[in-house]
């Protein structure tokens, strides 16, 4: 019958009760081996590839499989990301392609060395607060409107990433955004409701003072109308008969629409219980809140841009590109900045209209929550108290550190490391020059105002940084890279490189724009599944070997493909910062997919017209003709390969 449980015999019960238990220990078993199987799955379908041959030897189709191999676990997570990095550590020697001692190398050249240095300095940066002293007074000065208050979260949010990684700026500026908006909110609930609080009060003595006039009136005779005439005789007068008694009377003089508006002064005392504005500042709160969120996790993307280390995909691509191209001079910090600022700039202003149009247009918008802003980035200042020693110390050596940067070979003129020789700039990096300005941190004193009560008892030395902040390095994306430049070394010493050159060499008749579009946007949807420096790991050296085989330069593709590796908008895996946004709770998958799909598109046509309006000059790329450290390259690899 139905709604009657069914009862089993005790026999098909068991078996029942045997089967459910087998199918969940097959489940539970699925899921615990279920990455060691997929991985398994990978080696196996791959594996054929080990023992064929492509362009006539064996280790071009070795390398192809190593690629496919780390592709599918980088996309996959089948295993940690960095640890799927380290694969040509183990293959490249086992194939016979590279020595275990050069692909070691690899794993920590100049570029991991920058990284190194710059997380060193970053950490020293967070470890005083002084990042979050800088972003507190930039925003105090930009005013309560909402798309100052916006734009203040999205510019500091930008330069912080610059110098920092975009991690850990996303990771900064979150909270900090999320808690002072929240505050802001509950400040003007609380106001809203001690109004409404005093105004009722206000209601109810007026109610008072009417219903005791009411009283008088009734006590008193009015006229030649005598009060037993209205009321039968020996029947009690209440307060409410009187007053609707009145209110009738007044309907038939003013009309029935002012008698409305008295009744309810009247029956409820003042008190309107109609919650449209409050749901109206409801809505504009989520929207402003949402609209916050995602510029600054995406700020802090467009920011990495600007700076070699700002993000792990322009390190990436400079390491490669003087393993793949050794005769070809080194990009300085300046000559990227003057090329990757102004697009970063570009592309927050206009992010900051689509935000503006998009999440703060509209006629039904109530700001009032966030009047008290100014105030209240005062009041997070004040709590800070004044700078500290250690504050003005970082801020010195940071402004040494970025002057030493820019100058060091602007490329317009020559730099001061060409005061210790006609090579000085290529002896002298940017990785030896912040090591170089984070080496005092480590034998400066902190001042006794700030160390500990432990730390002042005690007889050894406190200086500004020890030795925790190198165990805090971010070692799992330097060995990231690390796997780029080795699979990359894996290309060139295997052959596949030039193999890949000669199979599109008939496809020389390709417009070099129909290329760049292709190349850019391909990297900008890798990028949303894969990481973006795994992504450019994976398309550099298969791009490069595109632009040997058309003959053309290969900065002229590589730098915007690096660039539009960090477009990637759309998901939460794409980027750490879309994770950090995401991890909010405030945001949903179909919010980033809404905003981010129209700025992947915006992201990769932006960087093909910034390149090809100022980065042709900046980088002084030849569009007619390949150049001869690129040609030189080429030849070499040929005959390395023969």
């Known amino acids: ?68 191999v780390m592709t599918v676990s980088w996309a996959t997570e089948v295993i940690n990301i960095a640890f799927t990095s380290l694969l040509p550590v183990l293959f490249l020697p086992l194939f016979g392609i590279v020595t275990g001692k050069d692909i070691a190398i690899k794993y920590f050249p100049n570029t991991n060395l920058l990284i190194f240095g710059a997380s060193i300095f970053s950490s020293a940066v967070k470890k005083y607060a002084l990042h979050r002293r800088i972003a507190l007074t930039a925003l105090e000065h930009f005013g309560n409107s909402p798309r100052k208050l916006i734009l203040s979260f999205m510019c500091i949010s930008a330069f912080i990433s610059m110098w920092l990684s975009n991690t850990s700026t996303s990771v900064l500026m979150m909270p900090i955004a999320v808690n002072i908006v929240d505050s802001m909110r509950s400040s003007e609930t609380l106001n809203k409701k001690k109004k409404e609080i005093e105004e009722l009060r206000n209601n109810i003595n007026r109610d008072k003072a009417r219903l005791k006039e009411l009283e008088q009136e009734i006590d008193e005779p009015r006229g030649c109308l005598q009060t037993n005439q209205l009321i039968p005789s020996g029947q009690p007068i209440s307060p409410q008969e009187t007053t609707t008694e009145v209110l009738r009377e007044k309907e038939e003089i003013v009309g029935p629409e002012k008698v409305q508006v008295d009744k309810k002064e009247a029956g409820d005392h003042g008190y309107n219980d109609n919650n449209d504005g409050e749901d109206n500042t409801s809505t504009t709160y989520l929207r402003f809140r949402t609209a916050l969120v995602l510029s600054i996790a995406y700020s802090c993307t467009l920011g990495g841009m600007s700076t070699l280390t700002g993000t792990g995909t322009n390190l990436a691509f400079i390491g490669m590109l003087e393993e793949l191209y050794p005769q070809a001079d080194s990009i300085s910090m300046g000559q990227w900045f003057s090329f990757g600022f102004p697009l970063s700039f570009t592309f927050i202003i206009l992010l900051w209209f689509y935000f503006c149009f998009t999440y703060l247009h509209g006629k039904n918008t109530d700001f009032s929550f966030l009047a008290g802003s100014k105030s209240h980035f005062r009041k997070c200042l004040d709590d800070m108290g004044s700078m500290t020693m250690s504050q003005k110390i970082l801020i010195v050596d940071f402004c040494f550190l970025i002057l030493l940067w820019f100058t060091r070979k602007p490329g317009m003129v020559d730099g001061w490391a060409s005061l ?43 200086p500004m940084l020890t030795v925790r902040v190198i165990e805090q390095a971010p070692w799992a994306t330097m060995i990231l890279i690390g796997g780029g430049f080795g699979l990359a070394k894996g290309y060139s010493s295997s052959g596949l490189s030039q193999c890949i050159a000669d199979g599109l060499s008939g496809l020389s008749g390709i417009p070099y724009f129909a290329i760049l579009v292709i190349c850019c946007f391909t990297a900008s949807c890798m990028s949303e599944f894969i990481s973006n420096v795994s992504t450019a790991s994976i398309l550099i050296p298969i791009i490069s070997s595109v632009c040997n085989a058309l003959k053309i330069d290969p900065l002229s593709v590589l730098i915007p493909v690096a660039l539009s590796c960090s477009c990637s908008f759309m998901l939460p895996v794409s980027t750490p910062p879309n994770s950090v946004a995401y991890g909010t709770g405030f945001l949903t998958v179909v919010d980033m997919v809404k905003k981010g799909f129209v700025l992947n598109i915006a992201g990769f046509m932006l960087v093909f017209l910034m390149f090809i309006s100022i980065g042709i000059p900046i980088f002084n790329v030849d569009l007619e003709k390949q150049p001869s450290w690129a040609w030189s390259n080429n030849t070499g690899a040929s005959q390395d390969h023969t």
């Open 1 to 68: 019958m139905p709604g009657q449980n069914k009862i089993l015999p005790i026999g098909l019960s068991s078996l029942t009760s045997k089967n459910a238990d087998s199918g969940h220990t097959k489940r539970t078993l699925i899921q615990r081996y279920r990455q060691p199987l997929l991985l398994l799955l990978i080696f196996i379908v791959a594996s054929p590839l080990m023992f064929t041959k492509i362009c006539g030897t064996r280790k071009t189709s070795q390398v192809l499989f190593l690629t496919i």
């Open 420 to 462: 210790f020789g006609p090579d000085g700039a290529k002896y002298i990096t940017d990785g030896t020059i912040v090591i170089g300005c984070v080496f005092p941190l480590f034998f400066i004193q902190k001042p006794i105002s700030e160390q500990t009560e432990t730390e002042r008892n005690g007889d050894k030395p406190v």
